[in-house]
């Protein structure tokens, strides 16, 4: 046997002799593992090179293994399990956990995903602290530099060692108090109208401003808030128009009407962000399956 052929073993070889062990034959085994027969013949000939025995006899119109593969089996069997589990990382159990969870993400996708995975916490994993700080834009840095462990935004920055999975989708639709007025009946109803505008601390605007700049229009602001729990009190009572994500008719803009915006405008997503280095990490990749569930749970497509 060549010594260093001992070193050529993976878990998928590995995993192919004992399916072939467990078997008791070449095309059952590739049958079980999805693959097939010339793939498996083929690594059980890497395999006898490698361990220097045949490991496999023919027995008639089948094989039987030899001495070796029927002793070594328990061992190899132990070993893939050692193996796989390594790959999985150590068990993380919810209920015994104690950390701090930091998850960044401005006052929308907070409200919207935040308080549910809240009670999530509290009922399996009350050893689990939430910590919620606003994203502003969105930089690799914080996650980088463990600022936050989880980041949600609409605008995920372009970086190779930042992960992103998208958690929803979401489009804008127009709020009015149906007290005191109609739905816009048309764009130059809409811009007639006055407004409650938005405009972020770190000086964004909305992407709706920019598709109405484009075309020379602008709308006219009656008040600007710094973000969109700033909305409610400004609109209530009020003959103004906000234009928000749909998803707010059921949080804080449940109480008022909604009208789709007069004029097109894509959809927008919302992503969850963490850093690779914690990608296999068994407590946050708890936490964010949680949340996918959360997203998952909401309704499909925002209500009209």
């Known amino acids: 046997m060549n010594p260093i052929d001992q070193f050529n073993l993976d878990v998928r070889s590995l995993s192919v002799f004992l399916a072939v062990l467990d078997e008791g034959s070449v ?10 027969q010339s793939a498996v013949s083929h690594t059980l000939d890497r395999l006898r090179q490698a361990l220097g025995d045949p490991l496999f006899v023919k027995a008639g119109r089948g094989i039987t ?13 132990q070993l893939v399990q050692e193996l796989r589990g390594l790959a999985l990382g150590p068990p993380f159990i919810p209920a015994e956990a104690r950390l701090t969870v930091t998850i960044a993400a401005n006052d929308y996708q907070r409200d919207l995903l935040l308080p549910a995975l809240a009670k999530v916490l509290q009922s399996e994993a009350p050893g689990i602290e939430l910590q919620v700080m606003p994203s502003g834009i969105p930089t690799p840095d914080r996650l980088r530099r463990e600022l936050c462990d989880l ?3 609409p605008h995920p ?4 060692d930042i992960i992103q999975r998208r958690l929803l989708d979401d489009r804008m639709v127009v709020f009015y108090d149906p007290a005191q007025r109609d739905a816009p009946a048309n764009m130059a109803d809409y811009l007639a109208s006055r407004h409650i505008s938005i405009v972020f601390n770190t000086g964004e605007r909305l992407g709706m401003d920019e598709v109405l700049a484009s075309q ?8 600007t808030v710094s973000n969109f729990s700033g909305l409610p009190a400004f609109l209530r009572d009020t003959p ?5 994500p749909a998803r707010l008719k059921d949080g804080i803009l449940r109480d008022f009407a909604v009208a789709p915006l007069p004029f097109r405008h894509r959809t927008f ?19 964010r399956n949680q949340l996918l569930t959360i997203a998952s749970q909401l309704p499909e497509h925002p209500p009209q």
Do not use: C, F, N
């Open 27 to 36: 095309s059952a085994a590739a049958v079980s593992l999805g693959v097939s």
């Open 65 to 77: 293994p030899t001495r070796y593969a029927l002793d070594t089996g328990p061992h190899v069997r």
């Open 151 to 153: 980041m949600i935004t």
């Open 157 to 160: 920055p372009p970086a190779s």
């Open 216 to 223: 020379g229009l602008v709308r006219e602001a009656a008040v």
């Open 240 to 244: 103004l128009l906000a234009s928000a």
């Open 269 to 287: 997503s919302l992503y969850l962000l963490w850093h690779q280095r914690h990608h296999k990490d068994p407590a946050q990749r708890w936490v």
